[in-house]
């Protein structure tokens, strides 16, 4: 065989070589995957709320929008005065309404009518204190008068509640057993957890009542907590030995 032949035939070799070493991963060194497992699963615990979260609204119909604007405001001052002095902090109240639209009757042959117009503000307010609640919405009513309504009340379990962190243990505990099922059955073993997320929301929260406040009542409004569910979902993957 010639000088140049050889030649040719070890390009060639090293042409094919390339070309292969591209289309193959080689499973050396940190490249190497041995296998993992990866599975979900949760775990729930009871536990009682610690929290209340309240809808309030204030609702006024006067001749014109400003009247009624003006008016609506005025009550929910008062309102927020008294959760100031219940010491409601301003980071736990939230506007979510402000609005003012025609008060619209039918009236026989005249057809439509303004017979004046309502406005709305709404506030949104987290208790931390589930103790203070019963209070705080005695005061508040007393505040807002007639013009206000109580639109919701929710419970929930904060997340510094210790019931959060049972859960969790409990979901990961679940999801080691399950991956272990399915490292004994194909002869392998856990290795370490490599990744592992929550996908699911931490806090259960539950309507309790949506009612218009009595601000004739001396009484203070009477709140139960009960128990809350508080799930955990977790996805873990674990290597393989």
Known sequence: MSNN??????????????????????????????????VNASGSVMATPDQMVVDLSVRSKRASSAEALSSASASMTKVIAALDAAAIVKKDMSTTQIAVEPDITYEGKEGQKVSGYIARQSLRVTVRDLKKSSELLSKVSAAGGNDLIIENTSLKVSSKNS??????LKAIKAARAKAATYAEATGRSLGPVLRI????????????????????????VP???????????????????
């Open 223 to 241: 709140v139960e907590p009960g128990e809350a569910k508080i799930k955990v979902i977790v996805d873990a993957t674990w290597r393989l030995n």
């Open 5 to 38: 032949a050889k030649i040719g035939l070890a390009l060639a070799s090293l042409l094919v070589g390339y070309v292969l070493g591209a289309l193959i991963k080689w499973p050396i060194g940190g490249t190497h995957n041995d296998g993992t497992v990866r």
């Open 197 to 220: 997320t929550e996908s699911s929301g931490s806090n259960t929260v539950y309507s309790v009542r949506s009612a218009a406040a009595d601000s004739t009542s001396g009484s203070n």
């Open 163 to 168: 019931a959060l962190a049972e859960a969790r």
